[in-house]
DNA sequence: GAATCGTGGCT
DNA sequence: TAGCCAAGATT
């Protein structure tokens, strides 16, 4: 006796594109940057600066931590335009605290080109949108598919994990990338592709996650390859990572007595925190050596330690010791006083920003 | 192709 | 707790 083809059914269009985009109109995620499938049937389709801008602000990054970057820059810069005419200091100050600031520097580039060299409209193709800065393999498929319905095949963390899992790949990413592609290109409609993508991805995100699938609930459970071999969960397979190392570093923070402002500098606009404000520092060595103590502070002073702030980058932990130091006179170095009322908004990313507020909260339990 | 580049939340 | 993870791009 043969077994039945129903009885035994593969991922494909008709048994996986078509019940996830039924699923998707029912269970869409509400998102500010998002259009409704209802309102997308009706011929609606997002702005396309708005959809460029929850891309970027996502890429690596929650969605509960964008939110409510989006609605502050939306808010203060309503078009690509008003974008591109903003300040750089401004657009790093706005995106301080949410991490990878290339990103900003290439979204401010990425506003610049749209404004002058495309008349403030963006490139209505994938392939257009790739040659922007910021804007790589996925996001540009990403931009195209959900802005345009162009029908490309969308491929980000989450529609990893999904197809890993419903074709059942053993093979570790990054290796399994191309074949992941492949099937992502054979799933991906000619008439929603919009929606498919955003389906994928919410399915990613609240069904289909990394640690305890909610397969019960799952519209492609029918027919999922690694679910049926019981290995779903612990797909997809990854390369082990490296150790992080331990790093330590010194930050100087001078205080001016009569308002309280805090001396800042901008960082090298390449590497680390790249473009963003700091307390002069030191360099983060391997080990703690001599340098860290008054002696490297970048102008004399009464230096006292005040403690440290632990913080853990992609690759490496660093522990950043913390001195204060009083002085009226204006530093003979690079920077500026930044009074207390402009702490919120200056482009301080949350290491910097733990400093200083270890030391101002030093200050204030020792006056 | 591998390394670099942040942060906060979750288990 | 310590590790893992999130709508990746760039060099």
New binding site residues.
Partial sequence: MQVKFENDPTPSAATVTRPLLDWYDRHARD?P??VSPADRRRGVLPDPYRVWL??VM????????VKSYFAAFLARWPSVEALAAAPSEAVMGAWA??????RAR?LHACAKAVAAEHGGVFPNSAAGLKRL????????A?IAAIAFDEPVAVV???IE?VVSRLFAIETPL?QSRPLIRHHVDALTPADRPGDFA?AM??L??TICT??RPACIVCPAQPVCTGRRAGIAERLPA?LP?RAKPQRRGAAFVAVRPADGAVWLRRRPAA????GMAEPPSSAWSAKADGALGPAAAPFPGDWRRVGSVA?????FDLELDVWRTETAATPAAEGWWSAPDQLGTVAL???MRKAVTLALKDRKAST
């Fill in positions: 998102l940057w998002r929850s891309e996502l890429q690596q990054t929650t969605v509960a931590a605290g949410l991490g990878y600031y290339a290439n800065p910021g804007i790589g393999d996925y996001t540009s990403a980000d963390g989450n994990r990054p955003q991805m919410d990613g995100a990394p640690r990854k990572k590497g680390m925190l790249g913080h853990g980058f992609t690759h990313p949350t290491l």
